[in-house]
């Protein structure tokens, strides 16, 4: 038995095969895709076969989808404005108020009185607010200098109240504080907020 081997193709067969798939394409695109994708028909073929709707049903959808996804109500862009402006407000209001680096309760029984200090070197700033449950206290602000034994104290603020607040420099070294006296038949509670170089020596 011989053997046969298939025939090769000519280069000339390739070039013809080559030149009719790419004509063949051209035409496809021309008269197919062109209508169908872009609306574009240069032969009418396009339009004879339906093609040309397809690319126009195409463009309707688009804008369709378009339309249903509107920009932000003004409704709902208000209601975020207005949240935006309560927490630049909030944020305000917190940087406007003291960090306070210490808060004691302190308890005044009724018919009495008691003193809470601190340590202050000279020239040392306390920064202070003490409100009450309600009742009102005589009370005395004032500072002792360091080591003195004559009892003297210079007074800073003396008054009856159920609230004080303020900034104190110390003018000398040593204790400073308040003395609180309950003249009522009931405790009175004091909140105290401080913040300073100090050193808390508390009730004496």
């Known amino acids: 038995m011989n053997d046969t081997n298939p025939p090769v193709p000519s280069l000339k067969s390739l070039i013809i095969a080559t030149?009719?798939?790419?004509?063949?394409?051209?035409?496809?695109?021309?008269?197919?895709?062109?209508p169908a994708e872009y609306g574009i028909d240069p032969t009418g073929l396009g339009k004879m076969m339906g093609l040309t709707a397809l690319s126009a049903q195409s463009k309707a959808?688009?804008?369709?989808?378009?339309?249903?996804?509107?920009?932000?109500?003004?409704q709902a862009a208000e209601i975020s404005g207005q949240d935006q402006t309560t927490n630049q407000t909030e944020?305000?209001?917190?940087?406007?108020?003291?960090?306070?680096?210490?808060?004691?309760?302190?308890?005044?029984?009724?018919?009495?009185?008691?003193?809470?200090?601190?340590?202050?070197?000279?020239?040392?700033?306390?920064?202070?607010?003490w409100t009450t449950?309600?009742?009102?206290?005589?009370?005395?602000?004032?500072?002792?200098?360091?080591?003195?034994?004559?009892?003297?104290?210079?007074?800073?603020?003396?008054?009856?109240?159920?609230?004080?607040?303020?900034?104190?420099?110390?003018?000398?070294?040593?204790?400073?504080g308040w003395y609180w006296e309950n003249k009522t038949r009931s405790p009175v509670t004091i909140i105290l907020n401080t913040k300073g170089p100090y050193r808390i020596l508390g009730i004496m």
């Open 19 to 34: 030149a009719f798939a790419t004509l063949l394409a051209m035409i496809i695109l021309i008269s197919a895709v062109l």
């Open 61 to 74: 959808t688009s804008q369709a989808l378009a339309i249903a996804s509107p920009a932000l109500p003004p």
């Open 91 to 129: 944020s305000v209001q917190k940087q406007s108020q003291p960090q306070w680096q210490d808060s004691v309760k302190i308890v005044v029984p009724a018919g009495d009185s008691l003193e809470y200090k601190f340590h202050l070197a000279k020239d040392a700033v306390l920064e202070y607010s």
């Open 133 to 176: 449950d309600g009742g009102k206290l005589y009370f005395d602000f004032h500072g002792e200098p360091q080591g003195d034994k004559t009892g003297y104290f210079k007074s800073f603020m003396e008054s009856t109240d159920n609230q004080s607040n303020g900034t104190l420099t110390a003018p000398f070294e040593g204790p400073h």
